[in-house]
Nanobody
Framework: QVQLVESGGGSVQAGGSLRLSCAASGRAFSSYVMGWFRQVPGKEREFVAAISGSGGMAYAADSVKGRFTISRNNLRNTVYLQMGSLKSEDTGVYYC??????????????????WGQGTQVTVSS
């Protein structure tokens, strides 16, 4: 069992930056692939980025590639999403998720095993 708690969301102007954090509790954090998703009302949860258990491999969606960076600190049981050059279309609730099987990470939210409660990111133009 893994419990995930996101933080760091907020309101920012277009072009700005935010860093999201996701703190995990439970066993064997480093054994999980960790992902970030986002969701806006009326749409499916969208894959943003994922990182392997060791942190050695990472993958980001085309829509955020070059602007967002995922990282993790296994000593602190925390995964991060550094977001830069934010656009209004980045607005949504951001969720972190844990995937218990091996790399590569799935892009569909139904494949992930544990979820946080989400944190709101609002980008104004």
């Amino acid at each position: 069992q893994v419990q995930l708690v996101e933080s760091g969301g907020g309101s920012v102007q277009a072009g700005g930056s935010l860093r999201l954090s996701c703190a995990a509790s439970g066993r064997a954090f480093s054994s999980y692939v960790m992902g970030w998703f986002r969701q806006v009302p009326g749409k499916e949860r969208e894959f943003v980025a994922a990182i392997s258990g060791s942190g050695g491999m990472a993958y980001a969606a085309d829509s955020v590639k070059g602007r967002f960076t995922i990282s993790r600190n296994n000593l602190r049981n925390t995964v991060y999403l550094q977001m830069g050059s934010l656009k209004s279309e980045d607005t949504g609730v951001y969720y972190c998720a844990a995937y218990s099987r091996s790399w590569p990470p799935p892009r569909h939210s139904s494949e992930y095993d544990y979820w946080g409660q989400g944190t709101q990111v609002t980008v104004s133009s």
